[in-house]
């Protein structure tokens, strides 16, 4: 380790000479510039995505009075752009687009066919529009981004793939894609972009992930407050109070008669009291089984991701550093042959010339000779 630290500070004391200028290159293929664009663009599509999906489900909750949709507008808002991040932060830009296409063309059909009972009711029509809006811009994206001939081929695929009877979830279809257009498996899994690029990636991914976990925190929270200030909940607990109220009533009148009636009547009582108290815990469980399962979900995919990460972050040092150490050493032999060659160079002009003019000299002196003069 600190024979490489020696020659690192070498070749940084080497680089600071105008005369030696050199760079290292870390190997990597960086992604092209039509890469780097399809990327950009299906990133902030899922801003879009997110912000045109919360907007209908925030509009669809504050317009109805059932629990019900309620609790379904938020699990929209939820499952969808978590989703959609997930398909739009992957490593291939063009997997990112066609999963994140594929995501919203299966939102878009599933809501065309589902009947409104299964959807928001009354409210069905804001979901299909914002679900088909959705879906035409991505087509718009593809088109604009993909060759003609690609965008033909993801076309067919997503419609291939796309099934109108189930709501919409993640697969990744690298594999499949892979398959279905005839390449090898090489051809996308060589090489996430140069160090800079895939410093750039990481950090988007790190933000668009914070903030898709942020929200959906918040909205866990969202549906547990709803779910127990719905007027439902309160006028079941309002009748078993006021039961409970009754069966006092009952208890004084009756304690002022027979004890034997005093006994049934408590009976009575602690039946109620029981009945009140399952109530509220059947009620409780049930709130915290659907938060502590998202809670779980939550925490696996934050693990996985950050595991990932991490991963990356450590190959591609290792890398970098493993291919700048394997550089250096024929990098340091061709400057040590280009100066050898240089000092020769130098050295030997001036014996030439004085060689020269030595020889000169002799030749003009013979010259001038009175056997050599006319």
């Known amino acids: 380790m600190k024979r490489y630290l020696i020659l690192l500070a070498a070749c940084l004391l080497l680089n600071g000479c105008s005369l030696l200028k050199f760079s290292l290159d870390t190997g990597d293929t960086p992604l092209t510039r039509e890469q780097i664009n399809t990327r950009l663009t299906v990133r902030a599509f899922y801003k879009d ?42 490593n291939i830009p063009e997997i990112s687009l066609l999963n994140t296409w594929l995501l919203c063309s299966s939102m878009n059909l599933y809501m065309k066919d589902a009947p409104d009972s299964l959807l928001f009711a009354e409210y069905s029509p804001l979901a299909r529009q914002c679900a088909a ?16 001939e690609r965008y033909a081929q993801m076309q067919a695929f997503v419609s291939q793939n796309t099934d109108p009877s189930v709501p919409p979830t ?3 279809m690298t594999l499949r894609w892979i398959n279905y257009i005839g390449a090898s498996d090489s051809t996308y899994l060589h090489s996430t972009g ?8 990481m950090s988007e991914k790190i933000s668009g992930y914070s903030s898709q976990w942020g929200n959906e925190l918040s909205w866990n929270k969202e549906m547990l407050d709803t779910w127990l200030d719905t007027g439902q909940t309160r006028e079941e607990i309002r009748n078993r109070m006021d039961s409970l109220y009754r069966q006092f009533d009952r208890v004084v009148v009756v304690l002022e008669h027979t004890p034997q009636i005093a006994d049934a009547a408590l009976d ?4 109620q009291v029981t009945k009140i108290l399952e109530s509220l815990n059947a009620s409780i469980d049930l709130a915290f089984a659907d938060l502590g399962q998202q809670r779980t979900e939550l925490q696996d995919f934050i693990d996985s991701q950050r595991v990932r990460l991490m991963a990356q972050t450590d190959s591609l040092a290792v890398h970098a550093v493993n291919t700048a150490m394997e550089a250096l050493p024929s990098l340091l032999g061709r400057m040590l042959f280009y100066l050898t060659a240089a000092l020769v160079v130098l050295f030997s002009i001036p014996f030439a010339l004085g060689y020269l003019l030595g020889r000169a000299r002799e030749r003009r002196k013979k010259n001038d000779t009175p056997e050599n003069r006319p």
């Open 49 to 90: 995505f997110s912000l045109s999906v919360i907007s209908t489900a925030d509009s669809i909750y504050q317009s109805t009075d059932s629990l019900k949709l309620k609790l379904r507008a938020i699990e929209w808002k939820l499952r969808s752009t978590s989703i959609c991040a997930q398909a739009a932060f992957g």
């Open 268 to 271: 009575d009582l602690n039946e």
């Open 170 to 172: 993640f697969q990744d």
């Open 194 to 201: 140069s160090v800079a690029q895939s410093i750039a990636d």
């Open 133 to 148: 809006s959705l879906d035409s811009q991505i087509v718009s994206i593809a088109s604009k981004i993909l060759s003609k």
